[in-house]
């Protein structure tokens, strides 16, 4: 018989709608040949209901596709809704779903599943944590305080470290939510409270100047290989456009992206390189996109992990690899085989 794949979307965190776009373009990409698809929705309020089409959703934030205002969901049991499943692609974003909680509700079941374990997804969700790893690693990150939780702003020799803007971000969230740059220290604490809104772990990070973004999709084949693709980038197309924000991502035309991006082939090395070494630092398996700041001394620096990528038909993780060589089909059972592959338990 066929694969039977749980494609578990939606959920909890600020990325609901984004997660919901993922499932509903990932759906149609799954080699029906191999795989019996098995669409699990989350709501935002934590519910799990089966038969949920992600293409059949309504538009909600961003006009992307959302499980929010549904009254007519039927609530049953994760593990319900995950019998006779043989493995798990949780394609959900953010909090309570990319950071290791349903991963670890996974490991109890003893499913298999797409993507890092328990201990990644929740190192990568966590900046402050994410880049303590990195650093030990000796791998290069920008500068930043992790402003404790009784803090409500930074310290004058803070101040002084970071410099201005900074950009104030909460600690776990995604999709640039919650998260502000700061160029007047008279707006810092507005924009500390606006990330508590989501987290109350709150990053403040010096802001790199002209900074070139750059994005890396890493793979791990079953055989145990990881790979990095091509180094894509995200530009923006006008001067006054500041930095990637949430409407940059998914609502207007700001960005745009050079697949692969226009690099000299040493710094393209390095960086796939650098991409490999920081998803074995964080201890990740399956996937995760590496994305970078180049700044302009041409210096390499880690921005952050993200363990369950967008994929969206926009999304650079897919568009990496098949940019690399890779099309979108192959992609998915790749990241399937090599979760079947790895199984479950401690590996
Ligand atoms: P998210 O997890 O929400 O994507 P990021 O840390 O990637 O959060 O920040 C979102 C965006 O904010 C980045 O893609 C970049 O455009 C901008 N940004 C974040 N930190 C910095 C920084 N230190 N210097 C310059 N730009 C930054
Ligand atoms: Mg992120
Ligand atoms: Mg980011
Ligand atoms: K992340």
Redesign the pocket.
């Known amino acids: 018989r066929k694969t039977r794949v749980a494609v578990v979307f939606g959920g909890r965190s600020s990325e609901h709608e984004v997660s919901c776009q993922s499932a509903k373009s990932v759906l149609p990409h799954l080699d029906a040949d191999r795989f019996e698809v098995v669409p699990v929705g989350i709501t935002p309020q934590g519910q799990w209901a089966l038969g949920t089409d992600p293409n059949a959703l309504e538009a909600g934030a961003g006009n992307l596709p959302t499980l929010r205002n549904r009254t007519d969901i039927v609530a049953i049991e994760p593990g319900q809704a995950l019998q006779d499943v043989d493995v798990v692609f949780p394609l959900l974003h953010g909090a309570w779903g990319e950071d290791g909680t349903i991963q670890g509700l996974l490991e109890l079941g003893g499913l298999p599943y797409v993507g890092p374990g328990v201990f990644a997804s929740a190192a990568a969700m966590d900046?402050i944590f994410a880049k303590k790893i990195l650093q030990a690693e000796g791998l290069p990150v920008?500068?930043?305080v992790a402003l404790d939780r009784s803090a409500t702003t930074l310290t004058l020799d803070e101040r002084e470290h970071l410099g201005l803007?900074?950009?104030v971000?909460?600690s776990r969230?995604?999709?640039?939510?919650?998260?502000s740059?700061v160029s007047d220290w008279a707006d810092l604490d507005a924009a500390i409270f606006e990330a508590r809104q989501h987290d109350p772990k709150v990053i403040i990070?010096?802001?790199?100047?002209n900074?070139r973004?750059i994005e890396l999709a890493v793979l791990e084949f079953p055989d145990g290989r990881v790979e990095a693709s091509l180094p894509a980038e995200?530009r923006a197309v006008a001067d006054d456009v500041?930095?990637?924000?949430?409407n940059?991502?998914y609502v207007d035309d700001t960005y745009e992206a050079d697949i692969p991006a226009k690099l000299d082939d040493d710094i393209t090395a390095q960086l796939r390189e650098m991409a490999v070494t920081a998803f074995k630092a964080l201890d990740c398996q399956g996937l995760s996109r590496v994305?970078f700041?180049l700044t302009e001394q041409n210096e390499l620096?880690i921005?952050?992990l993200?363990t369950m990528p967008g994929f969206t038909p926009i999304s650079m993780y897919p568009k990496a690899w098949e940019a690399t060589g890779m099309d979108f089909g192959t992609l998915l059972t790749t990241l399937i085989e090599t979760a079947i592959a790895r199984g479950s338990g401690l590996r």
């Open positions: 900046k920008g500068k930043f803007p900074v950009f971000k909460p969230a995604g999709s640039s939510v919650g998260i740059k990070e010096g802001a790199v100047p900074v973004e995200l500041e930095w990637y924000d949430f940059a991502k994305d700041f620096i921005n952050e993200n």
